[in-house]
Nanobody, 121 residues
Framework: QVHLVESGGGSVQAGGSLRLSCEAS???????MAWFRQFPGKEREGVAS??????TNYADAVDGRFTISGDNARNLYLEMHNLRPADTAMYYC?????????????????WGQGTQVTVST
């Protein structure tokens, strides 16, 4: 059982930046890892993914503003810049032991508890 713990959420004004971190309980070298977010009353949506070989993929809504990275060990990060009120959501770290890596929630079987990001005008 893999445990994921997110940190780094908080409140920021529009245009500001935050860095989310996700620490895994074991080495994640054979996992696809990703960040998802969930708006109140909505399904989780993919934000960015990081494959076993370091290939990244971004949702159109965050491309160019967010950067996903990993340390090829136990940590995953999400640098968020030029934040907008529309980015306000609960952000989740997720992982699946797979070469395939997408922004679709269903394949991911390990999830963190989430960290709240709130962007004000």
């Amino acid at each position: 059982q893999v445990h994921l713990v997110e940190s780094g959420g908080g409140s920021v004004q529009a245009g500001g930046s935050l860095r989310l971190s996700c620490e895994a309980s074991e080495h994640m070298g054979r996992f696809c890892m990703a960040w998802f977010r969930q708006f109140p009353g909505k399904e989780r949506e993919g934000v960015a993914s990081f494959s076993q070989n370091g290939i990244t993929n971004y949702a159109d809504a965050v491309d160019g503003r967010f950067t996903i990275s990993g340390d090829n060990a136990r940590n995953l990060y999400l640098e968020m810049h030029n934040l907008r009120p529309a980015d306000t959501a609960m952000y989740y770290c997720a992982a699946v032991r797979s070469w395939a890596c997408s922004l679709v929630p269903k394949p991911f079987n390990y999830w963190g508890q989430g960290t709240q990001v709130t962007v004000s005008t």
